[in-house]
């Protein structure tokens, strides 16, 4: 019977089940649509090469088996992990001999490409250029960083992203419903809450959801109706751990790092909270956190509340000494912290204008009246001469120049408005006021 083969099929579900053209592909919707660009060149033959990039789970592979059934072309799908260039010359002696008998090109599927190096990657551009071969490629790295630039510029990037919850829920319950590939023969009878969870615990990626249902059920025995009863406790042993979307060295740890620094930076503690648990629960090292905090509390915060570096300084010492996972408390608190605490960049931008300042403009010499003098000659040559002691001066302030001729105009540094600032504001005002009674007196 149709329903045993099924039963006893050594293909996994998420293999099998792969959608065979448009109308069966789900999610994608900007690319598989009815009347969208994609699907027209895919439709029409015109198709060039390709990459795609997304999430895993998100139908990158299931989308280049659809082109090779619509356009009805020669597939041969490769991995960069398993294979190399000496087997892309073999596919592309049977591509170049199909052309030369006056046959159609053959749609090379690279999985993973980002794993081939830069002399793999090289091999591919006479083959891709000439069109011998169809190159579709698949990648959950950026291809900005990832694909050489050669190869990039000759293929059409397109961005896939992670199916949201009612593309999963839609493939799950046709694949309990259908009978030719799916699991109506075992008559499934998922429970609203397991399906739910399911749904949730995908993440975005079908081949999760589609493995931990196999696998439930796959350890349930049918009941006396042969109906097997799949509970969320049983998808919950299928699937022992959620897959967190995140890669310490990709693009995701910098895109989630950044926005835990934006959300920071605008005072959202809520939005911090969430990013940092995205991080510490995909596995980021803490210390690289406690050094990002670090970096904020200067940049961000500043001397708006000169505690926030102590704040940070110390997280980073508590999570020298507890480690993970005892660490995530003091990190959630200094991330509360930062997020509340008043904002200035005013240190920042005084750093930025010093670093152009310093390199755009002549060395000036040190003034001589604060340079040290350790020698009769440097003495001699009037180091030091005119220095002002300030603790001798009235308000312990001389207001003398220290700053060399040229600059004295300069201003890198410029307080905020916002918490201590405010009090520096008053001290540096303060100071000038009495430089300029200083300069009236003299």
Known sequence: MKGQ???TNSTPLAERFRPRNFDEY???????????LFRKTVEDGSLGSC???GPPGCGKTSLAHVVANVTKKPFVSFSAVLQGVKDVREIVDEAEASVRAGGPNIILFIDEIHRFNKAQQDALLPHVERGTITLIGATTENPSFEVIGALLSRCQVYVLNALDDDDIAKIIRTVISDKERGLADLDVNLEDDAFQFLVNISNGDVRTALNALELSCAGVRPDKEGKRNINIDLIKEAVSTRKIAYDKGGEE???LISALHKSLRGSDPQAGLYWL????EG?????YIARRLIRFASEDVGLSDPNALVQAIAVKDAVHFLGFPECNTALAQCVVYLATAPKSNSIYMAVKSVERTVQDTRNEPVPLNIRNAPTKLMENLGYGDGYKYDHDSENKFSGQEFLPERLRSKKFYRPGDYGFEKEIKKRMDYWSKLKSLEKEST
């Open 5 to 7: 083969k099924n039963n």
């Open 26 to 36: 789900v999610g994608q919707e900007h690319l598989s649509a009815e009347g969208r």
């Open 51 to 53: 990459i795609f990039w």
């Open 253 to 255: 740890h910098y895109n």
């Open 277 to 280: 648990g995205r991080m510490i």
């Open 283 to 287: 596995g980021a090292d803490p210390l």
